[in-house]
């Protein structure tokens, strides 16, 4: 396990793994309150990686530090350090619309525009002054989402229009049309029936091939499904979140070295 | 751990009402009856009224003459009934007017929804809506005596009442209303869509004028139709300031005379009742009337797009 590694080893793996994201003792406060204590959580490139843990413990509060998406709320404040591509997100001079272009974002709730299917997806390339063929763009991010042949036909009518997988999909393909380096996706199914779940999972593992993505999830299974990697946090009795182990998916399913974790998996609370 | 619940004849009698809380009852829906029977029967007897005063005036003068006619001169011994000069007046001040608010008001909705802190919020949306709670008599008397003299020193030629003096003073009372309004439609936009634009790489600019504004299009065109029918129905101002010369003009600095400013006129001389001058405020109220009425139907229609634009 990484942790038992010496600082130096640590780095030397990092390199050898391509670590596109280094999360490194990150905390998140609002105001006084302190949601996200001192996590890290290297992430590897065109590998997904899972956050579970209870409702509460700091899953999106974490991952929207990770596109500078909680500059939005006044009180928020973070501490420690995010490298993305070597760089640090919170450095002094690193710009927020830079970051969230090149980290794209899912919400929880399919949040499409009031505007027709296209101009949904053409709306990042549009406003990042993309010069070269939208309608290709389009095409081909609708592809990508696997979408395209269940709305070829009607680009031009509203969003609203489609189901809510769909929909959901289709925020998919907006994020996507920007081409992003990093997809951050919190809790994208939990608005969706079964079907439309297995759509997005299937989705995610196609999408493996060419982003890397951090999903906060709720459902084990689902974690257990799409994910290469897994975080579980918890969060203590003041109830700042805390990072209890992160591992390979499959060892943190079968073999997890802490009992905390063991008794979230087997359901024992949570 | 079961908890003791009371029988229920103990709880039927506690519910029971005595005569006298029944009797009250009674006595308060009738009053709210009576109440809103009055609100109605006013409007009626304001509709009737005007229905009658108008068609006794269009017996006399033919609707043909009152469209076309392009000089309104009842009170003069050479009479002309065109309406077109109060209503070229009223269009061309309420018209200045919404010039005037439209750009700040909405500016002013931007900066409330989709910028100012909590606080500034706090205390500048009351602020703003004082503007509107403002005496229109105050804004006459402003337009007349400040406004216009700094018009006559910027553009010579400007006459003592003139347009655009009561189009910028309406213009600026009516801000309020135009923010406001627009600010409700644009704090009504989930979100959830501001973050979708916000996670794409959005501006926050980008993000109001590309995606706040146009869902909430639809609220902010209903609030521009709300505040036309305001600045067309506005009197104050437009009798103190803009004048009492029904004028056929598009220069915003003649003296010209809109409807209201006309009721006015002919309401404080004294034109005996049942004349033909009489019946004109009529005829006017019922043009006024009808203008309104279906800058409302419209703006209604609007309005009610407008619940259809967004989940
Ligand atoms: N905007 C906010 N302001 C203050 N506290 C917040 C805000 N958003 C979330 N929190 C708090 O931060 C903690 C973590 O929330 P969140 O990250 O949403 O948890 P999760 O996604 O794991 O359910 C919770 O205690 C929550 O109440
Ligand atoms: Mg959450």
Redesign the pocket.
């Known amino acids: 396990m990484i942790m038992t590694t010496t600082a130096q080893k640590v780095e030397a793996e990092k390199v050898e793994k391509d670590i596109i994201l280094d999360i490194q003792e990150l905390s ?1 406060y ?2 006084k ?1 302190r ?2 204590n001192g996590v890290s959580i290297p992430v590897e490139r065109h590998k997904v990686v899972s ?1 579970i ?12 530090s990770l596109n500078r998406m909680n500059d939005l ?1 006044p ?2 404040r973070v501490e420690g350090k995010v490298l993305f591509q070597g760089e640090d997100l919170y450095a002094p001079g690193a710009d927020p619309i830079d970051i969230r272009f090149r980290v794209g974002m899912v919400f929880q709730k399919p949040n499409p525009f009031p505007k027709s299917i296209y101009d949904n997806v053409a709306f990042g390339p549009r406003i990042n002054g993309f010069k070269g063929k939208l309608d290709d763009l389009v095409e081909e991010s609708l592809r990508q989402a696997a979408l395209w042949d269940e709305v070829k036909d009607r680009l031009k009518d509203s969003a609203y229009a489609l189901s809510g997988g769909q929909q959901q999909r289709l925020c998919i393909a907006r994020t996507l049309a920007v081409r992003p380096e990093l997809i951050l996706m ?2 994208p199914c939990s608005a969706l029936d079964p079907i439309a779940t297995l759509a997005i999972e299937d989705l995610i593992h196609q999408l493996q091939e060419q982003y890397t993505i951090v999903i ?1 999830t ?1 459902n084990m299974q689902q974690a257990g499904r799409v994910s290469d990697y897994t975080a579980f ?1 918890n ?1 203590d009795a003041d ?1 700042a ?1 805390y990072l209890v182990e992160y591992d390979a998916t499959q060892q943190i399913f079968t073999n997890p070295q802490d009992k905390r974790t063991e008794d979230y998996i087997s359901g024992r609370f949570g | 751990m079961t908890v003791s619940l009371p029988a229920p004849a103990a709880v039927r009698r506690a519910r029971s009402r005595s005569l006298l809380s029944r009797a009250t009852e009674w006595v308060v829906e009738r009053l709210l009856l009576v109440c809103a029977f009055v609100s109605i029967g006013t409007t009626f007897g304001i509709v009737a009224i005007l229905g009658v005063e108008t068609l006794a005036f269009f017996q006399q003068v033919p609707l043909f003459a009152f469209f076309t006619d392009t000089q309104w001169t009842p009170l003069f011994s050479d009479k002309h009934y065109g309406i077109l000069p109060l209503l070229s007046g009223t269009l061309l001040v309420a018209g200045g007017a919404m010039l005037v608010a439209l750009p700040v008001g909405l500016l002013a909705a931007v900066y409330l929804s989709e910028y100012a802190p909590v606080r500034v919020r706090a205390v500048l949306k009351p602020a703003l809506e004082v503007l509107a709670g403002v005496p229109t008599v105050v804004y006459g008397y402003f337009a007349l005596l400040f406004v216009t003299p700094i018009l006559q020193t910027l553009v010579p030629g400007t006459e003592v009442f003139n347009a655009a003096s009561a189009s910028i003073v309406m213009g600026i009372m009516i801000i309020p209303l135009v923010s406001s309004l627009s600010e409700d439609a644009m704090s009504a936009v989930p979100r959830s869509l501001r973050e979708a634009a916000l996670a794409l790489g959005a501006t926050r600019q980008e993000t109001t004028v590309k995606v706040v504004i146009p869902a909430a299009a639809s609220g902010i065109m209903a609030s521009f139709i709300l505040t036309a029918s305001r600045a067309i129905g506005e009197t104050m101002i437009v009798a103190i300031a803009a004048g009492l010369q029904p004028k056929l003009t598009l220069n915003p600095f003649e003296s010209v005379e809109t409807m209201t400013a006309y009721i006015v006129q002919v309401s404080l001389g004294d034109t005996p009742h049942g004349s033909l001058e009489y019946q004109t405020i009529f005829a006017v109220g019922t043009a006024l009337f009808v203008l309104t009425f279906l800058l409302n139907v419209v703006s209604l229609g609007v309005v009610r797009r407008f619940r259809e634009q967004y989940q």
């Open positions: 998140v609002y105001g309150f949601a996200v956050l843990g209870p409702s509460g413990c700091g899953k999106s509060t974490l991952l929207r709320i009180t928020a919190d809790e906060v709720h946090m969060m109830r979140g």
